[in-house]
């Protein structure tokens, strides 16, 4: 957390002592998979690219480090079984194939603009999510009777 909305520059100084242009826009850093980096939400210009075996791994590794919060997982592939087998293993609010995160807010892709989505895999957020409809029901004493007496 300390580290969102910081630039690369500063970002990378504190964490591993590295500087950088402050014009630096996004870093690309290859990392091992146990690396903080890769356990941490990428709300910064930093990501983390750790080498796999085979697009299996690459699948599996990426599915641990999303650790079930259900959010988006972005996946490009032309190999049809790839994308079978991470549709199958991928459990989250937003599975985008084949374009940016945004595919799935209706700009690129599929689904309707909604720029948040609701963490515990609830999806995008609707109007509706944030509301509590009520319902009052009265009998008898305020019913109004025809033919009754007022009393």
Not at 4 to 31: M, N, Q
Not at 56 to 75: D, P, S
Not at 91 to 119: C, R
Request: hydrophobic fraction near 40%; glycine fraction near 10%.
């Amino acid at each position: 957390m300390d580290y969102i909305g910081k630039p690369p520059d500063v970002i990378l100084k504190r964490a591993i002592g590295l500087d950088v242009p402050p014009e630096t826009k996004i870093a690309i850093l290859e990392t091992d998979k146990e690396h903080p980096l890769v356990w941490t939400e990428q709300i910064m210009p930093i990501l983390p690219f750790v080498r796999c075996r085979d697009a299996q791994e690459a699948m599996n590794e990426g599915v641990a480090a999303e650790q079930g919060l259900r959010h988006t997982i972005v996946f490009h592939s032309n190999n049809l079984h790839n994308i079978a087998y991470m549709s199958s293993i991928a459990d989250a609010s937003q599975f985008v194939k084949n374009a940016s995160s945004i595919g799935g807010l209706g700009i690129e892709g599929e689904g309707f603009k909604s720029l948040h989505i609701s963490t515990g895999g609830e999806g995008l957020a609707r109007p509706s999510m944030f509301t509590l409809i009520r319902r009052c029901v009265m009998n008898d004493d305020f019913r109004y009777r025809f033919g009754a007496g007022m009393d």
